[in-house]
């Protein structure tokens, strides 16, 4: 494969170097089995689950942000919509997807890095899909997973366009960077960035760009025209426009972490050593770098961005940064391993260390599991009360997505759009919230349901009971008059969150 400038050709390796490469790599395609086979029996669970249960509702005559109350981008919708009806709505279905994901992300860094050393590929693409697997079913096919995988086909249809001089991949680049700002609108700054910086490199090598900037704003275009034409099927439009000037911000403003504690949450201790190996190695090589490599550090640029702005600190907020700097480590270390003294050392250190974090990181997940105990609770409970006959006439107050996982399962649906309570129990005066509030009371009165699920706790307060109630007393008052108390359980916290639920059953003469 030809490269794009001359002066950073990289000689070819010894051999003993070639064979250690080939034994490393058997290594971690034996981890990447272990781990697919493991983790075959997952189940779609957390917010995964609760995404697909909002687009099934769609199949069931619930339109996104007109009907539904909650704050999701587009891009959620599409493509989750698009797994339940190409590859089913199971879990093995969802399973399927994901490893589907993980392997393009695998492909994408392994076409990324091959110019300067196919090696480099393997170890980024093998231990980014390991530190996936070890985040456990939770993580499964989560937004900014698929943020992550999609940015990285964008970097690698943007470099091949150059390396291979066909301009007409830089129409597919367009489409990929543009697409991850359907799920995440932040992403669309460095869409553009990515495109300034191409026309610039283009620039100072004396070539014309005006034809490269054409293609790749066509296909930028085609994600936004595809959303676009999403909202007008549902009449969405306006209601879309709505939540992103209200809903949005207002979640965006809760529980917010300071930007330090984002970066120390989002870089684990494990990808922190390499970040430190990497920069290090890469420091006493900057020589050599060139505009791929440096597009590549903007690249963590922009995951530590992505989770300042989001700061929320969530698990899967992580996977950009993540993503990214196994990415750039990865081909700084093997850049170093040609290089004499103390840089091969770090060079062999480096990878040494990668290679126990990616083992680790694979007994990690064949350990990782979802409790299932809130679920299967509320789906005997739920069963009891009617099973199939709720359908329709059942409500969830909760911000945790079990409960939606529940419905999901049991094929219900619910009585209102309501799917985050936060929108609703807040002591904050907020057009959010009196709009949330107005929209699901006329939902509510225009269809009581005959079975109520509260979930404990209030995101993001921290009291471990159902104090939300006194949030908004019209609501609490009318569950106490109309709803009869059926059962009160609680079970253990779980990442970070108090898990529990009261149901409440519609009085005979209510």
Aim: with cysteine; proline share 4%; glycine share 6%.
């Amino acid at each position: 494969m030809a490269f794009s400038d001359s002066r950073f050709a990289i000689p070819k390796q010894p051999a003993s170097r070639f064979w250690l490469f080939a034994a490393l790599t058997i290594w971690l395609g034996v981890c990447l089995v272990v781990f697919a086979f493991r983790s075959w029996h997952w189940l779609e669970v957390n917010d995964p689950a609760q995404s697909s249960y909002l687009c099934w509702l769609m199949d069931h005559g619930m339109r996104p942000y007109l009907d539904t109350i909650e704050m999701n981008m587009p891009g959620s919708y599409m493509t989750y919509w698009s797994v339940m009806h190409v590859l089913g709505s199971s879990s093995f279905a969802w399973r399927g997807f994901d490893l589907g994901l993980a392997a393009v992300s695998g492909i994408a860094m392994f076409i990324i890095a091959i110019p300067y050393d196919w090696f480099a590929g393997v170890l980024a693409g093998s231990t980014f899909i390991l530190f996936h697997a070890h985040d456990g079913p939770a993580q499964m096919g989560q937004r900014d997973y698929i943020l992550s995988v999609v940015l990285l086909c964008a970097f690698a249809f943007l470099f091949e366009a150059e390396r291979r001089n066909k301009p007409w991949l830089l129409f597919l680049f367009g489409i990929c960077a543009s697409a991850t700002a359907t799920f995440k609108p932040q992403a669309i700054v460095f869409a553009f960035f990515l495109l300034a910086a191409y026309c610039w490199q283009r620039y100072r090598q004396r070539k014309p760009f005006g034809a490269a900037l054409a293609i790749s704003l066509a296909g930028m275009a085609l994600p936004l025209i595809a959303a676009l034409a999403f909202l007008a099927r549902e009449h969405a439009v306006f209601a879309f426009l709505h939540t992103v000037k209200y809903l949005l911000p207002y979640y965006a403003a809760l529980d917010r972490k300071q930007p330090l504690d984002l970066l120390r949450r989002s870089i684990v201790p494990s990808i922190g050593t390499l970040l430190a190996l990497g920069a290090v190695a890469g420091w006493a090589q900057r020589r050599s770098w060139n505009w791929e490599r440096l597009l590549l550090l903007a690249g963590i640029g922009f995951g530590a961005f992505s989770e300042i702005v989001q700061g929320k600190g969530w698990v899967y907020h992580r996977y950009p940064i993540t993503a990214f700097i196994l990415l750039s480590v990865a081909i700084e270390l093997t850049l170093a391993l040609r290089k004499r003294g103390w840089l091969r050392t770090l060079g062999y250190a480096g990878l040494a260390y990668a290679m126990v974090s990616a083992t680790l990181f694979t007994a990690r997940s064949t350990h990782a599991h979802w409790d299932e105990a809130f679920n299967v609770a509320l789906t005997a409970d739920l069963q009891t009360l009617g099973g199939t006959q709720l359908s329709g006439h059942a409500q969830c107050f909760t911000m945790l997505p079990d409960c939606a996982t529940v419905f999901y399962r049991m094929h219900l649906v619910q009585a209102t759009g309501l799917v985050y309570d936060y929108f609703i129990f807040s002591s904050r005066r907020d057009v959010a919230i009196e709009d949330s509030q107005d929209r699901f009371w006329a939902q509510f009165l225009a269809n009581r349901p005959r079975v109520i699920v509260l979930g404990r706790w209030l995101y993001p307060e921290r009291a471990n009971d159902y104090s939300k109630l006194d949030r908004w007393p019209k609501f609490r008052d009318y569950l106490n008059t109309h709803y009869t108390l059926y059962t009160d359980r609680y079970f253990p916290p779980a990442m970070g969150a108090y898990r529990g639920y009261r149901i409440y059953v519609l009085r005979p003469d209510a």
